[in-house]
């Protein structure tokens, strides 16, 4: 069974930072493209990160200046670092990624993280 493993989540102040990681578990098994998604509450989950697995990137016009989507190969980790954050960023923060498992890709979504953001 292949799980993706979000970490980094909290409650942090207008300005602040935080960074996100979500992994593999068991951690051998290779991430190819991954996004991080938010989901509001009362609203759709949307598109804030993604990255290729030779490091192509694309952000939503909301974020970019401010986050930053890396990955560590050997690792089969992915990274959302949050700069300025802002109050419309709280949401529940998800990793979603095509993991390679015995020749087979297939999508996973993590379990999400909170992310509040306090004026």
């Known amino acids: 069974q292949v799980q993706l493993v979000e970490a980094g989540g909290g409650l942090v102040q207008a300005g602040g930072s935080l960074r996100l990681s979500c992994a593999t578990s068991?951690?051998?098994?290779?991430?190819?493209?991954a996004g991080w998604y938010r989901q509001a509450p009362g609203k759709q989950r949307d598109l804030v990160a993604s990255?290729?697995?030779?490091?192509?990137?694309n952000y939503a016009d909301s974020v970019k200046g401010r986050f930053t989507i890396s990955r560590d190969n050997a690792k089969n980790t992915v990274y959302l670092q949050m700069n300025s954050l802002k109050p419309e960023d709280t949401a529940v923060y998800y990793c979603?990624?095509?993991?390679?498992?015995?020749?087979?890709?297939?999508?996973?979504w993590g379990q999400g993280t909170q992310v509040t953001v306090s004026s």
């Open positions: 068991p951690s051998m098994f290779t991430i190819n493209i």
């Open positions: 979603n990624a095509d993991v390679l498992r015995e020749g087979i890709m297939r999508n996973y």
């Open positions: 990255i290729s697995r030779s490091g192509w990137t």
